[in-house]
């Protein structure tokens, strides 16, 4: 069983940055492909980026790639997401995600229902 917990979000002006991060208690945190989703009003949730143990994998939504980093410290059981460069189109909320035995690259294609674990959410809001 793991449980997610996200902080970090906000409100930012277009052109800055948020940092989230999600901390995940459990055991065999290492097992997991850990990830971030968003979901923005009147949207589905879209895949953003997953993670690997050790870091040595990594996936990322085109709309996200060289603007977005995630990263993971397996020591703290944290996961982080560095959004720089944000535009209002970035505007959602921000769900942390873990999958057991499974790749980055399966978990970027996985229907959100069929991911086991969930975080409650954090909002980000970027203004224009």
């Known amino acids: 069983q793991v449980q997610l917990v996200e902080s970090g979000g906000g409100l930012v002006q277009a052109g800055g940055s948020l940092r989230l991060s999600c901390t995940a208690s459990g055991r065999a945190f290492s097992a997991y492909v850990m990830g971030w989703f968003r979901q923005a009003p009147g949207k589905e949730r879209e895949f953003v980026a997953a993670i690997r143990w050790r870091g040595d994998s990594t996936a990322y939504a085109d709309s996200v790639k060289g603007r977005f980093t995630i990263s993971r410290d397996d020591a703290k059981n944290t996961v982080v997401l560095q959004m720089n460069s944000l535009k209002p189109e970035d505007t959602a909320v921000y769900y942390c995600?873990?999958?057991?035995?499974?790749?980055?690259?399966?978990?970027?294609?996985?229907?959100?229902?069929?991911?086991?674990?969930w975080g409650q959410g954090t909002q980000v809001a970027v203004s224009s």
């Open positions: 995600a873990a999958e057991p035995f499974t790749t980055t690259h399966t978990m970027a294609l996985m229907p959100h229902s069929a991911i086991d674990y």
